[in-house]
């Protein structure tokens, strides 16, 4: 008999039949494993994770019907930025092995990555640079922005708190402006199109003089649209004017590259589409004032002149007297020129006031009853001819009914005759002398027995 190591069976039985030890079977299986499946990448959510004073991370992979366990040793785990913890989703670069001690199926994982953000900034930087290299984001295509704009153009949600704050700021700061919200969804399937589709139509309709797109904070996730290519090029391709307001000051977006002027947020973005209509009256006092002084220093100079003139030659006094009368006629003419100018800027600040007035939510607020009520009247008219036009519908179609009822047959005097299975008689061969019959009535049934 072979010699064999204490506490390993003899593969050889005495029947001459080969058995192969276990851990025999747990090397041949690691060999076959490592030997056939190649390195892989694979996602799950983290469980069970332990970390013992060795430094090597023992952790298990799963989703919502498998698990596998692994291992990543010390030398590969430096290199993860981040802190794993049970829960959190990854994935995994990894080779299939076996653990031989335990007769385990394992993974050896070679590097490590949050789930879904990893990948996601590897497609962000590689369409970033596919679209860098054919100049969308280069200086030379920004288009300045408008002074005092007409009309702003929002894209955005609806219902989101971002296009609430930039109407709020534009209304304080510039209420002669109109505004205009293109309503679009702004995250998940589809919104990327929408957002796409709306700037484009902008572009087309040309009636915007300046355009705003954005929308509120999120991750990297929910801003995903304003990083999709087909949002990108609408905004480089939009001939207005436009200011991406995506997110929160941190944020940056492939949208804010694109975009001519990029805002840190929507609120910042209304702020830098609007003039600040009390530092717009400011302005027009301060040259007012301006021109006033200068009109006056002008005034002045001429009189000196006038007086130099006057005290050099004092001869003939007519011409003297010709040159003080134009010089009269000019200051009149200079303050009449002030008065108009006045007038024609308090007329200009009134018209501002009163398109805030029109904008103003208490009148949009009672032009909206108004309407509801209107349509609360519409609507209970055309209830009650719907409800005019079933009634009368109905009534036809019972009488119809009953025109072809068997009831109505009856009713002349006919009677239905059925024998004892309940069966139509319909020929008097069916029946058989003795044999029961029953006929129905217009009221009642009655029964028989034939002869």
């Not at 050099?312 to 006094?317: A, F, K, T």
């Not at 011409?319 to 007038?343: P, S, V």
Request: hydrophobic share 40%; aromatic share 4%; with cysteine.
């Amino acid at each position: 008999m072979p010699n064999t190591p204490p506490g390993v069976a003899n593969p050889l039985p005495t029947d001459g039949r080969p058995v192969m030890s276990v851990s025999e079977l747990n090397r041949e299986v690691k060999h076959l494993l490592e030997g056939s499946v190649p390195l892989l990448w694979v996602g799950g959510e983290i469980s069970n994770f332990a970390a013992p004073s060795s430094g090597h991370w023992y952790f298990t992979l799963k989703d919502a019907r498998a698990q596998v366990r692994c291992a990543m040793f010390r030398g590969r785990n430096r290199n993860v930025r981040f802190p794993p913890a049970n829960g959190r989703e990854v994935l995994a670069r990894a080779r299939v092995s076996l653990y031989e001690g335990r007769g385990e199926f394992q993974l050896i994982i070679e590097h490590l990555e949050e789930a879904g953000f990893g990948a996601l900034m590897r497609q962000l930087e590689q369409l970033k640079a596919k679209l860098q290299a054919e100049g969308l984001f280069d200086l030379e295509r920004k288009k300045p922005l408008p002074y005092l704009p007409a009309t702003i153009g929002i894209i955005t949600s609806a219902t989101g708190a971002a296009v609430r704050d930039m109407i709020q700021v534009l209304g304080r700061r510039y209420p002669a402006a109109r505004i205009e919200l293109l309503p679009v969804a702004v995250q998940g399937q589809g919104a990327a199109q929408q957002i796409a589709s709306a700037i484009s139509l902008a572009g087309r309709l040309q009636r915007h003089d300046l355009l705003i797109v954005g929308r509120g904070g999120g991750s990297l996730e929910d801003l995903w649209s304003f990083n999709e290519e087909v949002v990108v090029r609408a905004l480089a391709a939009c001939p207005i004017p436009t200011i991406s307001a995506v997110g929160h000051e941190t944020d940056t977006t492939l949208a804010d590259l694109a975009a001519d002027v990029r805002a840190p947020t929507p609120s910042a973005a209304a702020e830098i589409a609007s003039a600040n209509a009390a530092a717009l009256r400011d302005s027009i006092a301060n040259s007012e004032a301006r021109l006033l002084r200068a009109m006056q220093s002008r005034l002045r100079h001429h009189q000196q002149q006038v007086q130099l003139t006057s005290n050099r030659i004092r001869h003939p006094r007519e011409q003297l007297q010709n040159h003080a009368q134009r010089l009269d006629h000019l200051e009149l003419r200079l303050r009449q020129a002030i008065r108009q100018d006045t007038t024609n800027r308090a007329q200009r600040l009134s018209g501002a006031l009163r398109a805030f007035n029109r904008v103003h939510p208490e009148q949009r607020l009672s032009s909206a009853r108004d309407a509801l009520a209107k349509q609360r009247l519409q609507l209970q008219h055309a209830a009650e001819r719907l409800l005019a036009g079933k009634r009368d519908k109905l009534l036809h179609s019972s009488q119809l009914l009953h025109s072809v009822s068997p009831l109505a047959v009856l009713d002349r005097g006919y009677a239905i005759v059925r024998d004892e299975q309940k069966r139509v008689v319909r020929d008097a061969a069916q029946i058989k002398p003795g044999q029961r019959i029953f006929a129905r009535l217009a009221n009642g049934e009655i029964s028989a027995v034939t002869d």
